[in-house]
């Protein structure tokens, strides 16, 4: 299944921070909530192993990535920590304090931003950015101002499609994949 819409080349290029939102874009729009034996909240969530290989393709093509949640979970931090990502966990999903530090630390601009996102906790962040991009089960306030759209819902390999797309546009989808395979290839 291959998207008929590509991101446009352009807007592509300028891009040098990716920012994923996490509950409903690395996650299906759903959590597993129960406790321990000993009363101790347990909160799981499960998260796509291509769009873990995804999120590294852009690191490995230059690419800075954050995600930036707001619902705090320790599932996150441990995900975020396997892949080798900057993750921002913040409260009642006030987004833009933190996404403003971090534009200023990597000393990009709004147009050289790009969200994956879905719903409305994204859309001060979202409006900002210069290439704003949706998953497909996105609701429609996300939907209606985004430049890009997945074919595949959150948590179901939207995030790796968004990868490949956007390295795709920047010429890059190729050598990152022959890269990853040569170093692999060696005896
Ligand atoms: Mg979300």
């Known amino acids: 299944m291959s998207n008929p819409a590509s991101i446009p080349t352009e807007a592509a290029n300028r891009i040098k921070l990716v920012i994923f939102d996490v509950d409903g874009v690395l996650t299906e729009a759903g959590i597993f909530v129960g406790s321990t034996m000993d009363g101790e909240h347990l909160e799981l969530k499960r998260f796509d192993i291509q769009d873990g290989v995804g999120l590294k393709m852009l690191i490995w093509a230059g690419l800075k990535v954050a995600l930036v949640t707001g619902r705090p979970s320790q599932a996150t931090a441990i995900r975020a920590q396997e892949l080798g990502v900057e993750c921002h966990q913040v409260v ?61 819902p959150g948590g179901r390999g939207a995030a790796r499609e968004f990868c490949d797309a956007l390295l795709r546009a920047r010429s890059q989808l190729d050598d990152v994949i022959e890269t990853y395979v040569e170093e692999r290839s060696q005896p």
């Not at 530090?101 to 001060?124: G, R």
């Not at 497909?136 to 759209?149: C, G, Q, R, S, Y």
Request: aromatic fraction near 4%; proline fraction near 5%.
């Open 92 to 152: 009642d999903a006030r987004k833009l304090p933190v996404v403003k530090d971090l534009i200023e630390k990597h000393a990009v601009d709004w147009e050289e931003v790009a969200m994956l996102a879905d719903d409305i906790p994204d859309l001060s962040v979202l409006r900002r950015v210069g290439l704003k991009a949706a998953v497909l089960n996105a609701t429609e306030p996300v939907l209606d101002i985004a430049d890009w759209v997945a074919l595949r």
